[in-house]
């Protein structure tokens, strides 16, 4: 796992070098540092003050770097007993018998020490837009601590634990899984006061097998509730009464949704699409609230109405939270935009490159399809790679998404993988691009075939590496560009 910068660092201590003994069970070798400032598992982005946790991961052992670590300005490393003596002669050790087994205590310790709220947010598509809107929109009430990027793991989630400051009024967290029976340690090591399934969608079918299976296993996240939390679901999909259930069974205190239907205590009334952003009508829990979020897309209003109902429950005016949506974007991946310098004129780049499944790939298209052109004769197209872990369905769910093509304004539509040829063969013979065995393939034809007015959206899961489509376009076309078309 790599181990981007800290973003809610600050410069007051994290944790004294006497509290870190107790949680971490460990046993000190050297001068114990006064504090630590955060909390490293990668050396290459390690901060003078860390302590680094030698992790012992499945590529690489963490003890190889510990020397680094202190090189590099660690205040103190967790290590196992069998490097210990080894290590000694580089800075101040915690030595302990699992270092993994070890911060997963620290951070439960930085949960028990922690007086604020608490929200957790899983979901088979919007967990990360919708944990990441969460720490814009509440960081205007108080201090908010938050996953960086997608750390919603066995790693990631004790690791964001662990960097919790004391002083934390909301604290977000991302919760993810690839099988059954892994969302629930983590949020019974979270301990939410909030939790939000943002939606139900046929993702790691390899996996889980059925649909039904995914929403049990994100259901998990209820198990973690504290006493009296609220659960918070989607109205709209016919998992809602599965979900209700796993709610119910519970220590939840109370149930809200959020959807179209009437039924939902956040009903979406209207989206409209505007240039950077949409313009939004909901009602939330009786009151009616107009808005703006600075990201296109009916799934990011979506998305919007279960973070409205999470600050309800977490004390926040909703009116004033819903102003501040208009200063969420989209993250980059997950439908960032950029503007692309053509020489004679401009175009779009929509980079939804970091994930893909039918229900997410359908939103892009229609994002797409809703896109204003930037200028005469621009083209809306797409770039796909393939959707990956669908199970024995796959190919009927790429050569499904031909339907929603047909009937969307999208002029072109280029593929790369095998699993999107079954998409590439049956789409309609006007909007049929390039295809690819894989993108690199196709990749400069890709970047060459540009012209000022595009709209250019990039999606595939990280695995069909469509990341490298959106580099390239940048580096031709883009702000540092080296070379222009």
């Known amino acids: 796992m790599s181990d981007p910068t800290d973003l809610d660092r600050d410069f007051m201590p994290l944790w ?81 018998r699992d270092v993994m087994a070890a911060m997963e205590s620290l951070g439960q310790a930085a949960r028990a020490r922690m007086s604020g709220f608490v929200i957790a947010v899983t979901g088979s598509v919007g967990k990360t837009s919708t944990k990441e809107a969460l720490r814009d929109v509440l960081g205007a009430f108080g201090k908010v601590h938050a996953s960086v990027a997608s750390y919603n793991n066995h790693i990631g989630v004790p690791l964001t634990l662990a960097r919790m400051p004391i002083d934390t009024s909301f604290g977000i967290f991302e919760i993810g899984m690839n099988h059954a029976n892994e969302i629930r340690p983590l949020s019974k090591m979270v301990r939410p006061h909030i939790a939000v399934i943002t939606a139900i969608a046929p993702v790691h079918l390899e996996n889980l097998g059925t649909v039904e299976a995914i929403a049990d296993a994100k259901a998990e996240i209820f198990d973690g509730l504290e006493n009296g939390g609220i659960a918070i ?41 505007e240039p950077n952003g949409s313009q939004v009508s909901a009602k939330v829990m009786g009151e009616k609230l107009s808005y703006r979020i600075g990201a296109p897309g009916k799934h990011l209003a979506m998305n919007s109405l279960a973070l409205l109902l999470a600050a309800r429950a977490a004390g926040v005016d909703v009116a004033k939270a819903a102003q501040e949506l208009a200063r969420v974007s989209a993250p980059q991946g997950r439908g960032a935009q950029m503007t692309l310098d053509m020489g004679e004129g401009s175009a779009v780049l929509i980079d939804e490159s970091y994930n893909a499944n039918p229900v997410s790939m359908r939103a892009a298209l229609t994002l ?118």
């Open 16 to 96: 004294t070098g006497l509290e870190l003994v107790s949680p971490l069970r460990a046993r000190v070798i050297g001068l114990m540092p006064r504090a630590v400032y955060g909390i490293s598992i990668d050396t290459r982005t390690l901060q003078a003050g860390d302590l680094f946790f030698a992790i012992r991961g499945e590529k690489s052992d963490g003890h190889s770097y510990v020397e680094t670590a202190f090189a590099r300005g660690a205040a103190a490393a967790v290590v196992d007993e069998e490097h210990a003596d080894t290590l000694r002669p580089f800075g101040p050790l915690y030595v302990v």
């Open 368 to 485: 797409l399809s809703q896109a204003p052109l930037p200028g005469q004769g621009g083209r809306r197209i797409a770039m796909l790679g393939d959707m990956l872990e669908l199970g024995p369905e796959e190919d009927f769910l790429h050569a499904e998404l031909a339907d929603a093509i047909s009937v969307l304004s999208v002029d072109i539509v280029h593929t790369a993988g095998p699993l999107m040829r079954h998409l590439h063969d049956v789409l309609p013979q006007d909007k049929r691009g390039l295809h690819g065995a894989s993108c690199a393939d196709i990749l400069d034809t890709l970047v060459a075939s540009v012209r000022a007015g595009d709209v250019v959206m990039i999606k595939g899961s990280n695995g069909s590496r469509m990341g490298a489509v959106v580099a390239a376009l940048k580096e031709r076309y883009g702000p540092n560009k080296t070379s222009k078309g």
């Open 233 to 273: 679901i989607p109205r709209d999909t016919r998992h809602h009464e599965r979900l209700d259930e796993w709610a119910r069974k519970s220590q939840a205190g109370g149930i809200l949704t959020f959807g179209e239907m009437d039924q939902a205590d956040a009903r979406l009334l209207s989206c409209v699409a």
